[in-house]
Nanobody
Framework: QVQLVESGGGLVQPGGSLRLSCAAS????????MSWYRQAPGKERELVAH????????NLADSVKGRFTISRDNAKNTVYLQMNSLKPEDTAVYYC???????WGQGTQVTVSS
């Protein structure tokens, strides 16, 4: 059974940082491209970042380049999203996505507000 469990969200002030984690199980994580998406209220879900199986290719949305970093630890079956210099417009529910399986986690709320 495929499971993706996100954690690490919360309330942070503008300029702050958070690290999201997504623990994966039930599939071959080490051979799977993984992605982070986000969905703000009233907006469509958008791709934030993705990383290939051995981390050789990492792509970020223009809106987060220079502030966010995606990484993975295949030994721990976990993908991370390090978010720095957070802005109010980063407020959204962040979802982990296993690309080959088109599977989603339940999401974790990130709120950037003073």
């Amino acid at each position: 059974q495929v499971q993706l469990v996100e954690s690490g969200g919360g309330l942070v002030q503008p300029g702050g940082s958070l690290r999201l984690s997504c623990a994966a199980s039930g599939f071959s994580f080490s051979t799977s491209t993984m992605s982070w998406y986000r969905q703000a209220p009233g907006k469509e879900r958008e791709l934030v970042a993705h990383i290939t199986s051995i981390g050789g290719t990492r792509n970020l949305a223009d809106s987060v380049k220079g502030r966010f970093t995606i990484s993975r630890d295949n030994a721990k079956n976990t993908v991370y999203l390090q978010m720095n210099s957070l802005k109010p417009e980063d407020t959204a529910v962040y979802y982990c996505h296993a690309v080959p399986l088109n599977s989603w986690g339940q999401g974790t709320q990130v709120t950037v507000s003073s």
